[in-house]
């Protein structure tokens, strides 16, 4: 029981973590909640399910369809909805109001085009089990895990190795200073969001299996905000640490608790981390420089 | 006589004068029924709006969970009606106390930071507050609080959002908003200046969150029932655009925003997505080409007029 509770728990918590990743990366270059991401999962989720059922494609190249489209979309949100506030050097309260009238366009454009209904993948790819030492765990449990981190690692390396990631990491510190070297920080941004949409594409699609398809489902992305507050807003190893800390601690109170406390319960967590630790795991702004 | 007070009083004759007018037309009955619904909701959201501009026009912070406050304030005045069965008024405070008392709790932790931590606080907050209520049998839980005695008409809402305007308004004017406008424009300068940065940014979002509460409470005191759908994220986001649209800072602003988008929500009452749609596209093409919303941080006020007749220039000078 426990096992079966962790694993459902770091599936969960490897999810969280690939939503808390993507937001932080864009945090940590422009500074601002991207309150789109959740829409842009959604999208990617509903790009993955139609590839899949309507297109007839194999699994595995609808996941890659799903990541492209959304790493696209994510693309085309920040082109149309962030460069100019950025070229303009506004406030990251208007880049909220943007992101957060993005959200509710997308949500609302699904509504209008697509539905509200609830669309499931099929029964073969969510609900095979294998047995663990005695517990029960789903396969696709299994993969959510194994494709979070390794789709993680995969960032890791090419922030740490590519020439455009160690850009990234220099204009997370500072951007000015990065554009004087001769940073062309418009096409940086552009690979930041493209990054991040490519693992909003891929949590999309196994939020999308684990649970359903529908127009309100980006708004499980509060849980990646939580988590990457957790970690230190910023940081990304902190948003894996943090990702994994609110699922795992998440299933466990749902599991041995009561599943109605669950989203109270994670909502408390970030109250009372902000006010003992409110730099969060890794926390690297707190203090503003002048 | 100050400057200041002459022109709080014409503001209130004008205030008093259009409620007369209102309510004449409303006993008239030559506004139709759905319309004076819809007056007194321009009311109702004219105290959401200007307390959400408060925290995020005047203060500079962003919330987004004005929703869950006003779920408190809806919650808490149906608790005292229905249950206790007290009169209306002691509702109604107690509904804006209740939602003050949520605001310093969940503001001091989070205000303290940068403007984001508060932006998904209070996005949490409004999502738990409307999970918690759903769960709480005792006010009626997923199927709604029944059964609420429509106390709220035209006067009671007219008078509060007159009450709530004043109030703001003269904070603002007072050396508390004048702090708070500096937070906006500065906050570090303005710590450097000796301002406690986070008593007044707590300080703000309490007032705004017991305006909230208010507001609830005449909310659900209107439509017979409290429903948790009611106060989900997309409430916090309408008002959230009313601010937007009419200019962070400006409450004259909040008021025309207000009007224009209930105007828009009353004509399409039926094409919820295409309302929304249209309101989200309204916040993306104003953060492209005119961020400062409508009216900016400017107010429109009764010295127009004397400025337009170009006779209390002098004393406007002097009221600076």
């Known amino acids: 029981m426990l096992i079966q509770t962790l694993v459902t728990g770091l599936a ?49 190249v609808s996941v890659a369809g799903s990541v492209m489209g959304a790493a696209f979309l994510c693309y085309l949100n920040e082109r149309m909805a962030y460069s100019t506030l950025r070229k303009r050097n506004a406030a990251s309260l208007y880049f909220m109001i943007s992101a957060m009238g ?189 | 006589m100050r400057i200041q ?92 106390l209740a939602a003050a008392l949520l605001g310093f709790l969940i503001g001091l932790p989070t205000l303290r930071l940068s403007g984001d931590y508060l932006a998904i606080a209070t996005l949490g907050l409004g999502e738990i507050i409307r999970i918690t209520i759903l769960n709480i049998s005792y006010v009626g839980g997923a199927s709604g609080f029944m059964g609420i005695p429509k106390y709220t008409n035209f006067t009671w809402a007219f008078l509060l959002m007159l009450f709530t305007l004043f109030f703001i308004k003269n904070f603002v004017n007072s050396t508390h908003g004048r702090a708070c406008i500096a937070i906006r424009e500065n906050e570090i300068a303005a710590e450097a200046m000796g301002v406690n940065t986070t008593k007044y940014k707590v300080l703000a979002f309490t007032i705004g969150a017991a305006f909230a509460g208010v507001a609830g409470a005449l909310f659900s005191h209107n439509f017979y029932m409290a429903h948790p759908t009611s106060f989900t994220f997309m409430q916090s986001f309408d008002i959230l655009t009313m601010v937007v649209l009419g200019g962070l800072g400006s409450m004259t602003g909040s008021i025309v925003g207000v009007i224009a988008l209930t105007g828009i929500s009353a004509y399409m009452a039926d094409y919820p997505e295409i309302r929304m749609i249209i309101y989200a596209l309204l916040l993306i093409v104003l953060m492209l080409f005119r961020p400062q919303g409508l009216f900016g941080s400017k107010e429109i006020s009764l010295r127009i007029f004397s400025r337009l007749t170009g006779g209390e220039r002098r004393g406007a000078a002097q009221g600076n």
């Open chain 1, 102 to 290: 993005t959200a509710i366009f997308l949500e609302n454009l699904v509504y209008a085009t697509i539905g509200s209904r609830f669309y499931a993948f099929p029964e073969i790819i969510t609900q095979q089990n294998i047995t663990f030492w005695g517990a029960s765990i789903g396969v696709l449990d299994v993969f959510a895990i194994v494709f979070s981190f390794t789709a993680i690692y995969m960032l890791h390396y090419f922030l740490q190795h590519s020439r455009v990631g160690i850009a990234i990491r220099a204009a997370s510190y500072d951007m000015q200073v990065c554009q004087l070297n001769g940073v062309n920080i418009t096409r940086l941004v552009g690979w930041v969001f493209l990054l991040a949409g490519a693992l909003a594409g891929l949590s999309g699609m196994f939020l999308g299996m684990k649970y359903m398809v529908y127009p309100t489902m980006g708004w499980i992305t509060n849980k990646a905000y939580i988590a990457a507050v957790i970690g230190g807003l910023g940081s990304l190893p902190g948003a894996v640490v943090g990702g994994l800390i609110l699922g795992v601690l998440e299933t466990l109170v749902s599991t041995y608790v009561s599943s109605v406390i669950r989203d109270v319960f994670s909502f408390s967590l970030l109250v009372v981390l902000l006010l003992v630790l409110p730099t969060g795991l890794f926390g690297k702004y707190l203090e503003e420089k002048v």
């Open chain 1, 12 to 60: 969960i918590g490897g999810i969280y973590a690939l939503m808390a990743v993507g937001y932080s990366l864009v945090f940590s270059i422009l500074n601002f909640s991207n309150f789109a991401y959740g829409s842009i999962i959604m999208l990617g989720a509903y790009v993955g399910y139609y590839l899949l059922m309507k297109a007839g494609l194999p699994l595995a």
């Open chain 2, 5 to 96: 007070t002459k022109t709080d009083l014409a503001s209130l004759a004008c205030g008093l004068t259009l409620y007369a007018l209102l309510e004449g037309l409303i006993l008239a009955d030559i506004i139709p029924p759905y319309w004076q619904l819809n007056v007194i909701r321009v009311c109702i959201y004219i105290i959401l709006a200007t307390s959400l501009n408060l925290i995020n026009g005047i203060t500079g912070q962003f919330s987004i969970g004005h929703a869950g406050f006003m779920a408190i304030g809806a919650y808490m005045s149906a608790i005292m009606t229905v249950k206790l069965g007290l009169p209306f008024l002691v509702a109604i405070l107690t509904g804006g």
